[in-house]
T-cell receptor, first 114, second 115 residues
C-alpha cells in the first residue's frame, strides 16, 4: 500500500496522559498536513510542513500540542496532558509540490480520552 | 477568514440518477481554491475535484463536475449516474492559496444512494 499511513488507528487514553501519533506520507510528497475532525464536523486544519520545516500552525494547536517532521519524511503529533475535548479523529495528509491541489489523506487516528 | 456552508445534512438519490450537493463560500481573498472530498465510513478523505477561482471553465472529473458560480459564491458538486458506492459523506472545502494547505471544510452532506 503506497498511500498515507497513520498509526495507531485507535487510541484510548486516560485524561492527563500524553499520546503520540505517527503519519507516514506518500514517499515522494514533500508537504504534510495535520487536521482534526470531531464528530459530525468537517476537518479543521492544525499544521503544515514543507519537508522538515513547520510553516503554518493553527490557533487550534495549543501549547499542549506539538508536531515534528524530522528529516522531512514521517511526522509525529504529540498531545500532552490530554483533555476530554481532545477526543477526535486526527487526520494526516500529504501532497507533492508539483500537484499541490490534491492532498491524499490517511485513514486517521481516532483518539478517545476517558 | 474563510467560511464554507453546506446546508444539506443529508440527501437521498436513486441509483443511476444525478444529484447536486450544495456549497456556498465566503472569503475576502482575491484568489482561492475550492475542493470537494468524499469520506466513506472507513474514514479517509478522498479528493474528488478542484476549481481555482480564476478558472474560466467548470471543473470535471469523470462523473463529478463542479458548478462554479463566482458571483453567487457557490461551488456545487454534481454527481451524474449515481452508484451505490457513492454513498458517503461529502465535504466542500476551500483554501486561500489554491493549494491543499489550510483547507477550511464545511460540515458535510451525507449522501445515500438507493437501489
Amino acid at each position: 500500500d503506497t498511500g498515507v499511513s497513520q498509526n495507531p488507528r485507535h487510541k484510548i487514553t486516560k485524561r492527563g496522559q500524553n499520546v503520540t501519533f505517527r503519519c507516514d506520507p506518500i514517499s515522494e510528497h514533500n508537504r504534510l498536513y495535520w487536521y482534526r475532525q470531531t464528530l459530525g464536523q468537517g476537518p479543521e486544519f492544525l499544521t503544515y510542513f514543507q519537508n522538515e520545516a513547520q510553516l503554518e500552525k493553527s490557533r487550534l494547536l495549543s501549547d499542549r500540542f506539538s508536531a515534528e517532521r524530522p528529516k522531512g519524511s514521517f511526522s509525529t503529533l504529540e498531545i500532552q496532558r490530554t483533555e476530554q475535548g481532545d477526543s477526535a479523529m486526527y487526520l494526516c495528509a500529504s501532497s507533492s509540490g508539483l500537484q499541490n491541489t490534491e492532498a491524499f489523506f490517511g485513514q486517521g487516528t481516532r483518539l478517545t480520552v476517558v | 477568514a474563510q467560511k464554507i456552508t453546506q446546508t444539506q445534512p443529508g440527501m437521498f438519490v436513486q441509483e443511476k440518477e444525478a444529484v447536486t450537493l450544495d456549497c456556498t463560500y465566503d472569503t475576502s481573498d482575491p484568489s482561492y481554491g475550492l475542493f470537494w472530498y468524499k469520506q466513506p465510513s472507513s474514514g479517509e478523505m478522498i479528493f474528488l475535484i478542484y476549481q481555482g477561482s480564476y478558472d474560466q471553465q467548470n471543473a470535471t472529473e469523470g462523473r463529478y463536475s463542479l458548478n462554479f458560480q463566482k458571483a453567487r459564491k457557490s461551488a456545487n458538486l454534481v454527481i451524474s449516474a449515481s452508484q451505490l458506492g457513492d454513498s458517503a459523506m461529502y465535504f466542500c472545502a476551500m483554501s486561500p492559496s489554491g493549494s491543499a494547505r489550510q483547507l477550511t471544510f464545511g460540515s458535510g452532506t451525507q449522501l445515500t444512494v438507493l437501489p
